[in-house]
């Protein structure tokens, strides 16, 4: 099986110290990020089957967990042109190979060998100064933002209820006007809207469905269709607290039949070929919170045989792939 992951927080990790580029044992022997075991390595993501990525530039925030975070624009501008920096000495050194253009999509999905392709994300906007600084990131290969994570200079965001700012506005207006994709997920309700009235292809790279899993973190079944209505997909993430309501920390992790749940969901919704994988593995959490079945990232494959048959090529690899190849 071949696979393309909607959402994973490579660079992010790579600054944290972990070594990607080694097999995962060896990383998670030398782990320098506490209380969260890794799943996640090139070898590893090798090991599943994953040709593509969605890999992000995620700049943290200050909040009393991380201190060290960003407090302005500035700050946060730092923290992703060091992510794009990692990513690019990944690319020297032949581990992945940054794809930014369909027809460069294209060639690479052709070949069953080769590095990893990654396709660059930005998670919460705020390293962006103003909408006049988009030109930079585009040409940097960013192709897909997402505006919002918590809340952002730009949107309300998750357990952050808001609309899109006005400064919100002028970079979802000038993102259509490029041809850049908006990523929902984050999105508060409000700002969702807003960014739909205003336009322009639409997909959430890492939302599960808020029918089954209450709370503005995931796609209202509204959102879900009207994702899917600007030709987008949709991303299950593999998070037990984001699968199982009222899941916590100790609780026995979720099992691959709510991933099946969420996914069912959505197809109701939207049909199986807008429903693929995001699954934010080492995205803030560890093995810890993975789906029950899901040790390591090489085990991700094991999810599809929880889906119907005629399904699963279109969420492990096909749905991605058809977005990626047409709408990037
Ligand atoms: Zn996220």
């Known amino acids: ?187 508060d309700d409000a700002a969702f809207w807003d960014a739909a009235e205003i336009g322009g292809r639409m997909i959430a790279t890492h939302a599960n469905a808020r029918a089954l899993v209450p709370g503005n973190r995931h796609l209202s079944d509204e959102m879900a269709r009207a994702v899917a209505q600007t030709g987008g997909v949709v991303g299950l993430v593999l998070l037990s607290p984001f699968l199982q309501a009222g899941w916590r920390l100790g609780d026995p992790r979720a099992p691959l039949e709510t991933v099946a749940a969420h996914a069912a969901h959505y197809a109701g919704l939207i049909g199986w070929d807008r429903v693929a994988l995001g699954t934010d593995l080492d995205g803030g959490f560890g093995q810890e919170k993975c789906p029950a079945g899901i040790e390591r990232y090489a085990d991700v494959p094991r999810l599809l045989s929880h889906l119907p048959a005629h399904a699963r090529a279109g969420v492990a690899w096909a749905n991605w792939a058809r977005w990626l190849e047409t709408c990037l």
């Open 1 to 187: 099986m071949r696979l393309i992951d909607g959402h994973l927080d490579l660079a992010m990790n790579g600054l944290d110290g972990r070594d990607l580029t080694a097999p995962l044992d060896d990383l998670r022997a030398a782990d320098p990020v506490a209380g969260q075991t890794a799943t996640v390595s090139f070898p590893e993501l090798r090991a599943a089957g994953t040709r593509l990525c969605l890999g992000t530039l995620f700049a943290m925030p200050r909040t009393p967990e991380s201190p060290g975070g960003y407090v302005d624009a500035a700050g946060a501008r730092h923290q992703a042109l060091a992510q794009l920096d990692q990513y690019r000495r990944w690319e020297d050194g032949g581990h992945l190979r940054l794809l930014r253009r369909a027809e460069e999509v294209r060639a690479h999905l052709a070949q069953d060998t080769g590095p990893l392709g990654v396709v660059l994300l930005m998670e919460g906007a705020d390293p962006i100064r103003d909408e006049t600084e988009l030109p930079f990131w585009v040409e940097a290969g960013v192709r897909i933002i997402g505006p919002a994570w918590g809340a952002t200079r730009y949107a309300g965001g998750t357990g952050a209820p808001g609309p899109l700012t006005g400064a919100g506005k002028a970079l979802v207006e000038a993102m259509r006007d490029l041809g850049l994709t908006l990523d929902a997920s984050h999105l």
